[in-house]
Nanobody, 123 residues
Framework: QVQLVESGGGLVQAGGSLRLSCAAS????????MGWFRQAPGKERDVVAT????????YYSDSVKGRFTISRDNAKNMVYLQMSSLKPEDTAVYYC????????????????WGQGTQVTVSS
């Protein structure tokens, strides 16, 4: 089992920045690829970014590419999502997720999920 706890969400004005953090516990963190997903009201949960077990390979959705950065610190069992130039359409609940092995963009491939953290971007 892996337990994931997100933090860092909040209310920010458009153009601002936030850093989300996800603390993992329970198993060897470096065995897991990590992903950030988000779900806006009335919409499906979608991938935002993923990172490989070593951190050397990342993926970003087109909607956040160039504005968000995913990173991980395997020594601290942490994964981060640095969000910049935030837009109102970034408003959503953000979830981190873990899966053993390679990262995927399909949320159904992830076995472990955090409880989510709300990000609200005002215009």
């Amino acid at each position: 089992q892996v337990q994931l706890v997100e933090s860092g969400g909040g209310l920010v004005q458009a153009g601002g920045s936030l850093r989300l953090s996800c603390a993992a516990s329970g198993r060897t963190f470096s065995d897991f690829a990590m992903g950030w997903f988000r779900q806006a009201p009335g919409k499906e949960r979608d991938v935002v970014a993923t990172v490989s077990r070593s951190g050397s390979s990342t993926y970003y959705s087109d909607s956040v590419k160039g504005r968000f950065t995913i990173s991980r610190d395997n020594a601290k069992n942490m994964v981060y999502l640095q969000m910049s130039s935030l837009k109102p359409e970034d408003t959503a609940v953000y979830y981190c997720a873990a899966r053993s092995g390679l990262p995927y963009t399909n949320l159904r491939m992830y076995d472990y999920w955090g409880q989510g953290t709300q990000v609200t971007v005002s215009s």
